[in-house]
């Protein structure tokens, strides 16, 4: 926008305002908006919203029955939950749909973010971050099976011919699965993530297609759209997309592994020292944060791996393949990926202990306020870890969902920094003990085989 100049002075220029999201969508041929968030296990929730109603959008007039949405913190005579939308997300998304877009929201209840929402838990972790002249870049590997279901509940990958007992990077396999990756890394680079890599995984059906790094938002949003994504594009080709860690007893699971870095207010990286002792090229800063996660990696367990079936993942202790890739100890070292955290070069580190269970938001939250209180206690993590290696000092990672859930009610920091006063934790931890609960009081096959005619 110019203004004309003032008698005697020069013309003055003043910044545009943002496009409404509605003129956004109308430039982009889109005619409807899936407005999205997820509630507290990942679960996305949406509602289609023509283009002519994305004013209302906007406006934040978009109500939702929070409590039949799914685990987030509300009771049925609660307020409604509004979707507030995040402009800089939306995206449109014809590969999926023709006409179709995506924006991810920010759940109000009553004109203030809503605290049980996992995207404005993450905020808040960040803003934490921000208090410190800090900001958080993460890249996320993203490991999915594609399979075929029968009518009787087995599984089996939906490639018929991968039956290898060592799959990974087979050309064959992903030559076979060629229309669905391509489809996959189309949608990634039309939105602009830069997809560099589409791999065949560790088991038969599995597969990871890998996006540059990111602001944690933003790739926390991005974790949740190529779920979305994959799941629909495999749809298309009859096939269904599972991210659940163990779907499998004999063969590797499912990992969300996430690649951290901090930056100062100049964009600076912080991680990267010219001079390290230790030898992993690490700065203090960097070695007090992942000090911090190694001291809450216990309670964090449950953010990573937050189901039932996600110790199946945690517990196994070989595959087909002969590795799990599931880190068991509260370790760290260099590029080893046995570790819980793997340092492979001085600019990041990588956390190894996510599942595809895993709800980004939460995790990076729990992790933020983690490293955060390493750096607050300028903690020392000890010397790393050599390869394959962990120490009697070294905390053992919770065997079952049970045990994360009393892990992280034992966490008084990590919990009292999630909650803000709200109880988030308490009620994240009581969600998942009913989760272990009721598969717990489910007999198995298992069972009848070891005990019906045991005694």
Request: glycine content about 10%.
């Amino acid at each position: 926008m110019t203004l004309p100049a003032i008698a005697g002075g020069d013309v003055v220029t003043l910044p545009s305002a943002p496009a409404s999201l509605r003129d956004r969508a109308l430039a982009d041929g889109v005619r409807f908006i899936l407005a999205v968030f997820v509630d507290l296990n990942g679960k996305p929730c949406a509602k289609l919203v023509p283009v002519s109603a994305a004013d209302e959008l906007e406006a934040g007039e978009l109500g939702f029955a929070g409590f039949a949405a799914g685990l987030i913190g509300q009771h049925p005579h609660d307020s409604d939950l509004i979707a507030v939308p995040d402009l800089d997300s939306y995206a449109p998304i014809p590969f999926v749909r023709e006409g179709l877009a995506i924006v991810h929201c920010d759940p109000h209840v009553d004109g203030a973010p809503w605290p049980f929402a996992p995207r404005v838990i993450l905020r808040r972790a960040l803003a934490r971050l921000a208090e410190r002249g800090l900001s958080a870049k993460v890249g996320a590997e993203v490991e999915y099976f594609l399979v075929d279901r029968a009518e009787d509940g087995s599984l089996s990958a939906a490639d018929t011919r991968d039956e290898g007992m060592r799959s990974c990077y087979d050309a064959r396999g992903v030559t076979r699965m060629y229309d669905h990756l391509a489809a996959v890394s189309d949608a990634m680079n039309a939105l602009g993530w830069g997809n560099y890599a589409n791999d065949h995984e560790d088991a038969p059906g599995q597969f990871e297609q890998n996006f540059s790094y990111d602001d944690a938002l933003v790739t926390a949003d991005r974790v949740i759209t190529l779920r979305y994504l994959v799941g629909m594009l495999a749809e298309q080709r009859g096939m269904t997309a599972t991210f659940m860690p163990k779907p499998f007893s004999d063969r590797a699971g499912n990992g969300l592994h996430f690649h951290l870095s901090l930056w100062n207010e100049d964009d600076a990286p912080v991680f990267p020292a010219p001079a390290d002792e230790r030898g992993l090229g690490l700065s203090e800063v960097a070695y007090s944060f992942v000090a911090g996660m190694l001291d809450h990696a216990p309670g964090l367990q449950l953010f990573l791996a937050p189901s039932v079936n996600s110790y199946k993942r945690r517990g196994a202790t070989t595959s087909a393949s002969g590795a799990t890739w599931s880190p068991k100890h509260a370790t760290y070292g260099g590029n080893d990926r046995t570790h819980f955290i793997r340092v492979p070069d001085p600019n990041r580190i990588e956390l190894r202990a996510g599942d595809g269970s895993s709800n980004p938001y939460l995790a990076l939250a729990a992790v933020v306020h983690a490293g955060l209180d390493g750096i607050e206690r300028a903690a020392d993590p000890g010397a790393p870890c050599g390869p394959g290696e962990f120490r009697e000092t070294s905390a053992v990672l919770p065997r079952t969902l049970l045990h994360a859930v009393q892990s992280l009610r034992d966490d008084v920091v990590l919990r009292e920094a999630l909650d803000a006063g709200h109880g988030v934790s308490a009620y994240f931890a009581d969600a998942k003990e009913d989760e272990f609960l009721g598969w717990h009081n489910i007999v198995t096959e298992w069972e009848l085989d070891r005990y019906l005619t045991a005694y």
